[in-house]
């Protein structure tokens, strides 16, 4: 059985403010290492109830924060960036189901932690086929262009919620409770540790039942941008259409294109103020 794995950092144990994930500053550097210590406790549950192969893909900022001197031996690392498929390096068609990781509310999620989607300072909303999505949404989009189901995303508690109405019945782990942006309550160490381990014991338990995000027919996809130059710019890509002042649709039959097509509007959104 074959697990992916993507890992963000702002929903991790303990990560809470800007300081902690500012990679410049010595906080970072404790964050890393409480991000790369979830990272195991995951690892180590999904081969302990019947995994025999674990690929992580290092998914936040860029893409290098995981020290792969610490992370458990048994699981293959994917890190550094820029990747084509970003968040979802490395997932194929030979995966048996995806964990997300340290993931956080869409952009505009009241009071959740680091609330965002994608770019802070490009996005401020995706919708897929009139749908709100954030980060797991969109990424769930990219496994289920491969047929593989989403099992279970840890992060705050806002998350948890805004995540079934997104790709609907995974398990949820809730490692802290959101009171703003910059704060949250933590579990003890010991209940994030009771709370994987009950988690990944059910997904295995339940492993066909999880939902797997497939899209078919035209897809579309608005993007609302933070300020009317970037969507401006994003009108450079052919395939861009217009909506009103800040909003662009890029549409395909194919998910994966899509994703590509997105990825190019972050791009150029975000070469401009
Ligand atoms: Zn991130």
Redesign the pocket.
Known sequence: MKIFISV???GIWGVVSSTH?NNSTNEYQRMRKLMTREANVVIDEVFKNGATEVVVND???TMDNLLIEELDPRAQLISGSSKPLSMMQGIDNTFDGIIFI?Y?TRCGTPNGV?NHTYMGSTISRVLINGKEVGEGGINAGVGGYFGVPVLAISGDDLLAAQILEEIGSVETIVVKKAANRYVAHNLSYNDLKKTYEEKIRNVFENIKNYPVIEYTGNIIMDIELVSEVKAENIMLLPQAKRMDNKTIRIESEDYLELFMLFRTCMVLGGAVR
């Open positions: 963000d950092m702002e994930i998914s936040h900022d340290g956080h680091f």
